[in-house]
């Protein structure tokens, strides 16, 4: 991941940003989008997760974002010395309701003031793109919300690369239909592929 590289996901689990906080390439400060805490280093790689995170709490007490992250969380992500201040000892309640989108037809954005701003900066991520690389997702018709992120929000111009795998031409003639130019499906090449080449190039 070059620096000002975004990332946006609509999974829960953290193995991105364990594996990016180990290579030194991602902060928790502010590597999710938005400050949790002040005075770290500037993430060169940002993760936006969409839908939530499996280490992300809502406070009952506190309303105001954002989530609460708990010194075991922190501590998963390599960032062994950090505390949420809010938390302090672990010793508080929280709000399990607000932190995740459930994959259901019917999404509810429960916390808007946290979810809405979260999504604007993804949005605001991928108009500023020039090249867009779809891993993993099969652009599902009852994520409508999400399919309208990128189809509205992505430069017509920018070069759209899909590795889903079987479901790469499909995705890749939805994005022609909307208009994009640029598309090239690679249905024959997974993740693991794509990030072996993509070091190969690099070592080059």
Known sequence: MAPGSSIITFNYDVALERSLAKHEKWDVGNGYGFQFLANRPPSTVKVYKLHGSVNWF???VYDVPPPVIFTRDL????????????????AMGVDHSGRLILPNPRKRFYWEAFWEPLWKAGA????????????GYSMPPAGVRARELLFEN????????????RTSDRIAAEFVDNGFTRVNAFPSIGFENWVTSSYAREVE
């Not at 605001?124 to 891993?135: K, Y």
Request: aromatic letters at 4%; a positive charge; proline letters at 5%.
């Open 75 to 90: 501590q998963m992500l390599g960032f062994e010395t950090l505390v949420d201040p809010r938390v302090g000892a672990n």
């Open 58 to 60: 809502k406070s009952p």
């Open 124 to 135: 605001e991520r991928l108009r500023e793109a020039h090249e867009v690389f779809i891993h």
């Open 154 to 165: 992505i430069n017509k111009s920018a070069a759209i690369n899909v590795h889903c795998r």
